[in-house]
């Protein structure tokens, strides 16, 4: 079954401002965690990813950060454009599969 | 390069008929896998291919759901017959390896059921 979660379903930010997409797993076992991207009537698309040996990781407006303590991985979208509303995935990769939560939808206002 | 190509992107069908969705993956990716999207939800995995070969299919529903990748590139998956809780976006994507790699996918296939 699914050990991804999301804390929240939706979030709204204004342009211009910081984003954070918080995400929970309970597997210890998951090595390798990507964030993917779902706009509407599209497939979802990769953002960013990071491995367990790391602690955070940064693309460019996007950061990945990783705490195995407490199983909680957050992307950090910065200075949030309209086109970066979407749903947002987290997904984690266990035994050569990848497992999604049910995503955050991100609205950003004008 | 070119991305996973699906077809058809949108099927309606009746209940208890059969349909079927195929999928192209990016050349020279050995690894292929069905999802199901059911609106509001995240992908969960039918089936994952490696090559010709199914690597996992445990959430496949195996009396209605089959899936086959004959040659090792495209793939199709077919349900018969098919269900109201059947509708739902398929999505296929590919990945290069197994494992810790970035899977790409496609726009998807989205099935209604009536």
């Given at each position: ?17 910081n ?9 210890s ?7 993917y ?13 990071i ?7 940064q ?13 909680h991985?957050?992307?950090?979208i ?6 970066d509303s ?11 599969q ?12 004008p | 390069?070119?991305g ?7 099927k ?13 993956p990016i050349?020279?990716h050995?690894?292929?896998y ?8 995240g992908?969960?995995l039918l089936?994952?291919?490696?090559n010709n ?12 759901f089959?899936?086959?990748?004959l040659?090792?590139?495209?793939s199709?998956?077919?349900i ?13 994507a ?7 790699t ?5 726009q ?7």
């Amino acid at each position: 079954g699914e050990s991804v979660g999301l804390h929240l379903p939706t979030l709204s930010v204004q342009e211009g401002d910081n984003s954070i997409i918080n995400c929970a797993y309970s597997n210890s076992a998951s090595d390798y965690f990507i964030w993917y991207k779902q706009e509407s009537g599209k497939g979802p698309q990769f953002i960013i990813d990071i491995r367990s040996n790391m602690d955070k990781r940064q693309g460019q407006r996007v950061t990945v950060l990783l705490n195995k303590t407490v199983k909680h991985l957050s992307l950090q979208i910065a200075a949030t454009q309209p086109g970066d509303s979407a749903v947002y995935f987290c997904a984690e990769n266990r035994g050569n599969q990848f497992y999604f939560g049910t995503g955050t939808s991100l609205t950003v206002i004008p | 390069e070119a991305g996973v190509a699906q077809s058809p992107r949108y099927k309606i069908i009746e209940k208890r008929q059969s349909v079927a969705f195929w999928c192209n993956p990016i050349s020279g990716h050995a690894t292929l896998y069905w999802y199901q999207q059911i609106l509001g939800q995240g992908p969960k995995l039918l089936i994952q291919f490696q090559n010709n070969g199914v690597v996992d299919d445990s959430q496949l529903p195996k009396d209605r759901f089959s899936a086959e990748r004959l040659k090792g590139v495209d793939s199709t998956l077919k349900i018969q017959p098919a269900k109201l809780e059947d509708s739902a976006v398929y999505l296929c994507a590919s990945s290069l390896l197994q494992g810790n790699t970035e899977a790409f996918f496609g726009q998807g296939t989205r099935l209604t059921v009536v």
